[in-house]
């Protein structure tokens, strides 16, 4: 039996708890308001830099996994275009022991030249690994340049380029923590056995007396939407022609966003799936193909995702074509409700058995608190969708003078 509770520090940090008496470890969750898009756009990646230098020593304490690992503990952390999170699971009776480490860091960082010069060259040879030696690895740059120029999205996380780390400066992380690392910028999440006025006191202890900060606003504007269809083409050291075809999207809080998810596993989650059945099972046009959305806080992007059997133009526009049949599809006839309950179940099932993991709930408790809403409000989101309404956000997305194709074939 579980209990979530909320309470707030006069500082701003919110705090979200669910209590379980039988867990023996309990996760601690911090997720900052803050990611690429916070970025300027001739200085990428320092959220992403960012991200490894908060294990680089704090005010107090020079060593981030070394009391954790003793306390029985493990770390992680990750980088969104919208947001930042650290994560600690450790022993519940140890529990205090991962919010005085997180508490230490939401200070203040040591700000050590030794961990700017070590993180720049982890994050350089990351750069290098994923974007420049592994095949397909500048996908994303062309694509995400091509749906939103202008735009943070524009950037992945990584960055646009590797120089743009190496110039980091100890002055440009300093102004980055004290502008976006702050209790009144964070949700703090934890799940496990610690009873909540426990917590309370603790949160109280080791957070009640950072000073809240003044958080930089964002200033950029969405791109309009594209007038024309876009093409972009590349070549690489790659096996096999890839395609990728991108429709915009609204956002997480736009009333289409969770119609837009209902089409992209209609399309291609789990071998009921149309493209699986229709396009990949009869083995002739494609090794893989997949959709998806990007689940992002401002408009998005509905993607279709191919790798080709064969090469050459026939063989692309045999392709695009199949796909674009698929979509007409959902454009010109609206699902069958037993198709679309299929898919709308898949979610719910998957969503009941990712809450019993208590890092994927600390997690899902922080980005609802996030966008002001309780877990518990997100599958009755999906199940008012019926198919005239799921064909309705199909006819407003899937638009060709919308459609944004990236070819990227082997040299």
């Known amino acids: 039996m579980t209990e979530t509770h909320r309470f707030s520090l006069p500082n701003g940090l919110r705090v979200v708890h669910s209590y379980n008496p039988t867990a023996s470890m309990a996760v601690v969750n911090t997720l900052y308001d803050v990611g690429g898009r916070d970025e300027a756009p001739d200085h990428t990646g320092l959220a992403h830099l960012f ?4 294990f680089g ?3 107090n304490i020079p060593d981030f996994d070394g009391p954790l690992q003793v306390a029985g503990g493990s770390s992680n952390a990750w980088t969104s275009n919208d947001f930042t999170c650290f994560h600690d699971i ?5 529990i205090e022991t991962a919010l005085w480490l997180e508490s230490d860091r939401m200070l203040s960082l040591a700000f050590s030249d030794k961990a700017l010069e070590v993180q720049r060259s982890v994050v350089v040879e990351e750069f290098k690994e994923v974007c420049l030696n592994r095949p397909y690895g500048d996908m994303g740059h062309l694509l995400f340049g091509m749906a939103y120029p202008g735009h943070p999205y524009g950037v ?4 646009r380029d590797f120089s ?3 110039k980091t400066t100890q002055d440009d992380v300093r102004r980055w923590f004290h502008s976006h690392y702050a209790p009144n910028n964070a949700v703090l999440s934890v799940v496990g056995n610690i009873p909540p006025e426990r917590l309370r006191e603790l949160v109280g202890k080791w957070y009640g007396d950072i000073p809240s900060r003044e958080i930089a606003p964002r200033t950029f504007a969405d791109p309009p939407l594209p007038e024309s269809p876009r093409l972009v083409e590349a070549s690489g050291n790659v096996p096999q022609t890839a395609i990728t075809i991108a429709y915009p999207m609204g956002g997480y809080r736009s009333p289409g966003y969770v119609a837009a998810d209902l089409i992209s596993d209609i399309l291609a989650n789990g071998q009921s799936s149309r493209f699986y ?4 099972m009869p083995g002739k046009l494609f090794s893989d193909i997949d959709a998806s959305i990007l689940g992002t806080e401002h408009p998005g992007l509905l993607l279709i995702n191919a790798k080709l059997l064969g090469k050459g133009p026939e063989a692309e526009e045999a392709a695009i074509r199949a796909i674009n049949d698929e979509l007409s599809r959902l454009v010109e006839s609206e699902a069958d409700s037993a198709e679309l309950a299929r898919c709308v179940n898949r979610i719910e099932s998957d969503r009941v058995f990712s809450m019993m993991n208590p890092l994927q709930k600390a997690q899902s408790l922080a980005l609802a608190e996030i966008h002001g809403e309780s877990i518990e409000d997100i599958l009755p989101r999906y199940r008012a969708v019926t198919p005239a309404t799921l064909q309705e956000a199909a006819r407003e997305i899937i638009s060709p003078s919308r459609a944004m194709t990236l070819i990227y074939r082997p040299r």
């Open 51 to 54: 991200e490894h230098l908060m």
């Open 57 to 59: 020593g704090s005010a």
């Open 90 to 94: 450790i022993p519940a009776h140890n």
């Open 156 to 159: 992945p996380v990584i960055g």
């Open 164 to 166: 743009d780390i190496e």
């Open 277 to 280: 059945r229709r396009l990949l």
